[in-house]
């Protein structure tokens, strides 16, 4: 072999040395060859992590991936959309398209596939029931039965037992009602508030809807309305009395088995059964209002948020929301809220996100519109999606709008739901029945 040719294999070699070295180092930091425009491009990747079931098919544009719980799926060309898909065998699918950035992997961590048909157990049978509650501990049925008759049904024994709720004035009951949200429950269980309506009193024309609160410790009952019109009122001095007659549109649990939160003509007030006191809290011209520790969420007329730290007083004005509302709900965690106008749910985060898809205090999207009526909503255990009913049909919407929004629905009828976040129960009024859903929903 002459020198001269050699030379040029030597020349080659390293031309090739040169050239694969290039090749793995681009390869190393993350860079791909695109062969629709013929030059390197940084890869980018996504991460799919479902929260449940376990055991799930993670799919990119139809392609298997190897991980049934998680997935990192690499080396994706940049400026692209992949389509993911999570299945399993008897849950309805989650599907959504991502666009992936250079050098970025995009997040998902937040799926939950639902379960395809509701696999029920009859809880209570009746034939009459009209609305009911579920303790936060699971052992009470608060039962509303032919719209006037209240009972309590105890779970928490070998057998089940039932109190029905009787009154001393011996009046008639017209219709009896109870909170939402479960919120008529107070936070250990021990008691339930409830409103009653009752023919007109003397000259009255109207029916007197009067509020009590039922202790699960002695079976006994408080009449609220008595106690605050005949007793907590006439402590209440000047220059600030307290409205005289007790007609709150909305009451619920605050703290502990003994602090209300009322709404009586759009102020809210923190009503205190044990020590018979009452305090105006300063918040008025409220349509609707929730609590998580101590903070209250107002939805001020017409729809204005404002978020209040009861501890210290201190009120925010959160903004507008993004359409005229007419319910807020916090979030299990006091993240986010939601909010409601009986067609359409959306949601503000109350805190920046440090997971994708990132959301900044204040920022607000509307998650959901429908053309039904949505009666009830709550918020699933990890948040990060909302169950409601819409025209007595069960929904679950997740709140990441990214891509494909995904929406879980059933076909059955049904007229009321009550859900335990911490336990991931959930519980359905069917005609004349109570169920309960069965496995983690």
Not at 42 to 57: M, N, S, V
Not at 108 to 134: G, H, R
């Amino acid at each position: 072999m002459t020198r001269k040719t050699r030379r040029i294999l030597f020349s080659i070699a390293v031309i090739a040395f040169l050239a694969i070295g290039f090749v793995v180092l681009m390869y190393a930091q993350g860079y791909r060859w695109d062969f629709q425009n013929n030059k390197f491009v940084l890869a980018g990747a996504i991460y799919i992590e479902p929260i449940g079931p376990k055991e799930t098919d993670i799919s990119v544009n139809n392609k298997s991936t190897d991980n049934k719980s998680a997935s990192l799926i690499k080396n994706l060309l940049p400026m692209r959309k992949y389509d993911v898909k999570v299945t399993k065998a008897d849950y309805q699918p989650w599907e959504k398209e991502f666009e992936v950035t250079p050098g970025i992997v995009v997040n998902a961590e937040n799926i939950i596939l639902f379960p395809e048909t509701l696999k029920t157990q009859i809880i209570l049978p009746d034939p009459v029931l009209n609305d009911f509650s579920i303790s936060p501990n699971q052992k009470f049925i608060a039962v509303v039965s032919g719209n006037s008759k209240l009972s309590i049904k105890n779970y928490s024994g070998d057998t089940a037992s039932s109190t029905p709720i009787n009154f001393a004035d011996k009046k008639k009951t017209l219709s009896v009602g109870i909170p939402k949200n479960n919120s008529g429950w107070s936070p250990n269980s021990k008691k339930f508030i409830f409103w009653r309506e009752t023919p007109p009193a003397g000259r009255q024309r109207a029916s007197v809807i009067s509020w009590y609160a039922w202790d699960s410790e002695n079976s006994s009952l408080t009449d609220l309305t008595g106690l605050y019109e005949r007793r907590i009122v006439l402590k209440q001095a000047s220059p600030a009395p307290m409205p005289t007659k007790f007609a709150p549109t909305k009451a619920m649990w605050f703290g502990n088995d003994n602090n209300l939160l009322v709404l009586i003509n759009g102020n809210i007030l923190e009503m205190d059964i044990k020590n018979e006191s009452v305090k105006d809290l300063g918040l008025s011209e409220i349509m609707d209002f929730d609590s998580f520790e101590n903070k209250i969420i107002t939805l001020k007329s017409p729809d204005i948020l404002m978020l209040m730290e009861s501890a210290v007083q201190n009120i925010s004005a959160l903004g507008q929301a993004k359409f005229p509302a007419q319910k807020v709900l916090f979030s299990n965690d006091g993240n986010k809220i939601a909010y409601s106008n009986g067609s359409a749910i959306g949601v503000m985060w109350l805190k920046d996100t440090d997971k994708q898809p990132f959301k900044k205090t204040g920022e607000q999207e509307t998650i959901y519109q429908g053309t039904g009526y949505i009666s009830e909503i709550y918020w699933h255990k990890y948040n990060e999606h909302i169950i409601f009913l819409e025209n007595q049909k069960l929904n679950a919407v997740e709140i990441d709008k990214r891509g494909k929004m995904n929406i879980a629905s059933w076909p059955e009828a049904i007229s009321a739901i009550s859900y335990i976040p911490k336990d991931q129960k959930l519980f359905v009024l069917e005609p004349g029945l109570i169920k309960s859903v069965d496995g983690e929903f």
